[in-house]
């Protein structure tokens, strides 16, 4: 008999015992070997920077992506979603080639690193389940990529370090999901210490762990759950004005441009290119200032840097959508609220709101009741504090 899913919310320690009860039932009563987990992530500030050699700014949130594992003796990996009871399998001795299925891309896409860095990954049969909501810009994909790439690096004794999981699950994303993201969402679902934010340097790969401790201040989520397709195409096409900025103004990255000389250099660039570049360059910058605020325990200040962020964001680069400026416009101007930005990719997806712990709820209900009113539609709201990264269970 199926068992209920978990709530959405349920904690770490819940999701992992369902993920072995339901291994057990899919399996003939067998009890799996190990559990791999990995955490959703949010982006604080620094966005569409990572893929510009910027600086960001994510938290793992206290969303998870479960696999129950136990190995085989051949080399058939075998994946049960338990979640949209969904089933697949694939021979890791064979040529591990892109998929039509989609979510199975991202399992495979990492299988094929570590077969292609010499670790050939021996059979297992995997139940999955996650907590993170799909396409709400809170890196479900990353998690589901993060929890593969633990299983393989455990069953292989590859031993590869953080920063090359990371690499490899980014390769992953990019060569079996054809999307070419940065790598900021592989090293935050990786890297991301509990009661933290990570600083993390997209030129140097450096990271530092930048304490979110104060107990009066929690991260609100808001997952409008609107999804506007144009997403993937306007991101390749943001990427690409990038490019073409950086190569006009003869750089090696927008990450290089010096922000005192940035109204000379963007007399260079057309219209649209100054948006884009003005943007990327000021967010950076903003992102430096974050988590000097942060460490100064300036939450004020650190909110408007949000809010500047979101302006950006919209005016400049043109990712947000209507809904989701509407959310944000609300936010901003309730009490407790220090500051707030659409968060992700961008067209839908979420928002991110630094607020007063005491009056959370309060804010979430102002923010729901509003939308509800205008759109129609009630966003799912939920605070989070800095979790852990990915680890094996
Ligand atoms: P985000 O990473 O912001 O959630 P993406 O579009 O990058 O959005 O990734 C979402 C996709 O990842 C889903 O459409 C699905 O294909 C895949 N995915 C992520 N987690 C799972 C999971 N637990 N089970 C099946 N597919 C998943
Ligand atoms: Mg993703």
New binding site residues.
């Given amino acids: 008999m199926n068992t209920p899913l978990p709530a959405p919310d349920s904690p770490k320690d819940a999701l992992v015992s369902f993920v072995r009860d339901a291994f057990k039932n899919r399996f003939s009563n067998v009890d799996p070997d190990f559990v791999s987990i990995a955490p959703g992530r949010v982006n604080i500030i620094g966005e569409h920077v990572d893929y510009n050699n910027g600086i960001v700014m994510p938290a793992a949130i206290e969303r998870w992506?479960l696999a129950a594992i136990r190995t085989r003796p051949d080399s058939i990996i075998r994946i049960h979603?338990v979640?949209?009871n969904l089933e697949a399998q694939f021979d890791a001795k064979e040529e591990v080639k892109p998929d039509t299925l989609?979510?199975l891309n991202?399992i495979k896409g990492v299988v094929a690193g570590f077969i292609r860095r010499g670790h050939p990954v021996p059979g297992f049969d995997a139940v999955?389940?996650?907590s993170?909501?799909?396409?709400?810009?809170?890196?479900?994909?990353?998690?589901?990529e993060a929890v593969f790439a633990l299983v393989a690096n455990k069953l292989t004794g590859a031993g590869l370090e953080p920063l090359e999981l990371a690499l490899l699950c980014q390769q992953a994303e990019h060569v079996f999901a054809g999307?070419p993201c940065g790598l900021m969402?592989q090293m935050a679902v990786i890297r991301c210490e509990e009661g933290h934010l990570l600083e993390f340097d997209c030129r140097d790969h450096s990271v530092e762990q930048i304490p979110f401790t104060d107990p009066n201040l929690t991260i609100m989520i808001i997952d409008s759950k609107v999804k506007h397709e144009l997403a993937g195409g306007e991101y390749a096409k943001r990427r690409r004005s990038c490019d073409l900025a950086t190569c006009i103004l003869g750089f090696s990255s927008l990450r290089d441009v010096p922000i005192d000389d940035l109204p000379r250099l963007l007399s260079h660039l057309d219209n649209t290119l100054t948006k884009r570049t003005r943007h990327v360059v000021t967010e950076i910058e903003r992102t430096r200032k974050a988590a000097l605020l942060l460490k100064a325990g300036d939450f004020p200040g650190l909110g408007q840097l949000l809010n500047e962020s979101h302006a950006s964001l919209k005016d400049d680069y043109e990712v947000s959508c209507e809904e989701i400026d509407a959310i944000v416009a609300t936010a901003q101007t309730l009490p407790g609220v220090y500051g707030c930005r659409m968060t992700?990719g961008g067209f839908g997806?979420s928002a991110i709101a630094l607020v007063r712990k005491s009056e959370a709820k309060e804010i979430a209900s102002r923010i729901q009741e509003t939308i509800q009113l205008k759109y129609h539609f009630k966003p799912e709201i939920f605070t989070t504090v800095p979790t852990n990264g990915a680890c094996i269970v």
Avoid: K, N, R
């Fill in positions: 992506t979603d979640q949209f989609s979510w991202y999955l389940y996650s993170i909501p799909h396409g709400a810009g809170l890196s479900s994909s990353a998690a589901l999307v969402d992700g997806g």
